[in-house]
């Protein structure tokens, strides 16, 4: 089954904890702190996987969940880091961020990978908060919550050529004919439900990837027929075969339907060099009909060439043609570039707002301090306090009218206001 599509929730792994904790041996009656840091959580990495062609395996699978962090031990022993969850894609995946609509990647190389969410850093042990004034501090951290997003992905097929025409043209022959790709081929039109990927082997040097997009119809830039699920993969494609029926009613307004339909979806797909080729030549109507539609087709400055799929007349001919426009067709550029760093908004800043039960704090910083709390510690409680104070929320708080026993809720913890 060809699965181009599939959302996914990914969440990265969240640190390990840090230790609070004392040496204590004999003799040494006054041991120094030794808690150690918690352990970093997974990152949940995309990569392109060589041996896939589909998104089949999200069908049932949309949660991937990285491992979270160990917590720190005694004798400053470190958390150990939890392993990255990779998730495995074939080449032509772009990625949407679902909330924002963003593209976040276009990974068309078999090496191209992607951190989505990076792991939460291990909280530090109470080792970190030694200081000449406090020398036993009985204070550490929570590890830092991971990342989560929501995501679509999108297959796009990366091929050299793509074989296009309406439907029962005869594109799933053509392929059969020149490749081992085996689609189903039948006398009615939408034969062909999914696109299929064959490679042509021309000689010991040269090989092309050619996909036979199913039958497009009137309408299909909108989402009539089959045409609209399947014109995405086309803008792989270096090259277009325009196949053309040359038992239909009329193949020169098939043609023009065709490219029409092209241009509504995307107008660069209307720029892309397309060979003309009149199949069914051995059928003697055909035959007849050939030097008509040469001729109108010259008239629209295009040059068509007679072939029959089945019969495999013409059919080297084609695929060397289409060689040729390869070599002087310029690579089709990536969607976007795979981010090395994603400029964020300033992790500082926060926003108060007056809510139903008191006030809500919400920022990057704020919450990430919160979630990394322990809270049943009067020190990091303290601690916490200081956070508030620094980033300038307690005075924005007081001139926003907060008053002694109100609620202040920050992420998921409900805190009471107290002067």
Same mark, same amino acid.
């Given at each position: ?5 599939? *959302? ?8 390990g904890?840090?230790?609070?904790h ?9 041991g120094?702190?030794?808690? $150690?840091?918690?352990?970093?959580g ?11 062609n589909?998104?089949?395996e ?17 004798? +400053?022993?470190?958390?150990? !880091?939890?392993? +990255?969850?990779?998730? =495995?894609v074939?080449?032509? /995946? ?13 990974l ?13 850093? $291990? ?6 908060f ?10 550490? %951290? ?5 990342q ?25 022959? &053509? ?7 085996? @689609? *189903?081929?039948? +006398? ?33 830039? !909108? ?8 014109l ?40 892309k ?20 539609l040469?001729?109108?087709? *010259?008239? *629209?400055?295009?040059? @068509?060439?007679?072939? !029959?799929?089945?019969? $495999? ?10 060689? %040729? ?5 310029p ?5 976007? %570039? ?8 300033? @992790?500082? =800043?926060?926003?108060? =707002? ?28 303290r601690?916490?306090?200081?956070? &508030?104070? /620094? ?11 907060v ?17």
């Open positions: 089954m060809f699965i181009d599509e599939a *959302k996914i929730y990914v969440r990265s792994g969240k640190g904890d840090g230790a609070v004392f040496r204590r041996e004999k003799y040494v009656p006054r120094g702190p030794d808690g $150690g840091d918690g352990g970093r997974g990152n949940v990495i995309i990569k392109v996987s060589p041996t896939l589909t998104l089949f999200f069908q049932h699978n949309h949660r991937f969940i990285a491992a979270d962090g160990k917590r720190g031990g005694r004798s +400053d022993r470190t958390g150990r !880091s939890a392993e +990255d969850l990779v998730i =495995q074939p080449a032509g /995946t772009v990625i949407y961020d679902t909330d924002t609509g963003k593209v976040i990647a276009d068309v190389k078999g090496n191209d990978e992607l951190v989505l969410c990076k792991g939460g850093r $291990g909280g530090r042990g109470n080792t970190r030694a200081s000449s004034r406090d020398q036993a501090p009985r204070i550490a %951290e929570k590890g830092e919550p991971g989560e997003r929501n995501l679509r992905l999108e297959l796009k097929l990366i091929a050299d050529v793509g074989i296009i025409g309406v439907p029962n043209s005869g594109k799933s022959t &053509l392929l059969a004919a020149v490749s081992n790709a085996r @689609p *189903k081929i039948a +006398d009615y039109p939408f034969t062909t439900i999914e696109p299929n990927l064959g490679v042509a082997n021309l000689d010991e040097e040269q090989t092309l990837v050619l996909a036979d997009i199913p039958g497009l119809i009137e309408g299909a830039h !909108s989402g009539a027929g089959l045409g609209y699920e399947f995405r993969h086309i803008q792989r494609t270096k090259v277009l075969i325009h196949l053309l029926d040359g038992m239909a009613e009329d193949p020169i307004a098939d043609y023009s339907q065709i490219n029409s339909e092209l241009a509504l979806f995307d107008p660069g797909l209307a720029k060099p397309q060979i003309v080729a009149v199949n069914k030549i051995d059928l003697p109507v055909v035959e007849e009909r050939w030097s008509t040469q001729r109108k087709l *010259k008239r *629209k400055r295009i040059s @068509p060439i007679a072939i !029959s799929a089945i019969a $495999g007349t013409n059919v080297r001919n084609l695929l060397y043609k289409a060689v %040729e426009l390869l070599r002087e067709t690579p089709i550029p990536a969607q976007i %570039e795979i981010p090395i760093y994603q400029p964020q908004t300033d @992790p500082r =800043q926060f926003m108060i =707002q007056r809510v139903a039960n008191g006030w809500r704090v919400t920022g990057a910083s704020i919450e990430r301090a919160a979630a990394m709390t322990y809270w049943d510690n009067d020190a990091s409680i601690r916490f306090q200081r956070i &508030l104070e /620094t980033l300038g929320i307690d005075d924005a708080l007081r001139q926003a009218g008053k002694e026993g109100d609620m202040v809720n920050i992420g998921e913890y409900e805190l009471e206001w107290s002067d």
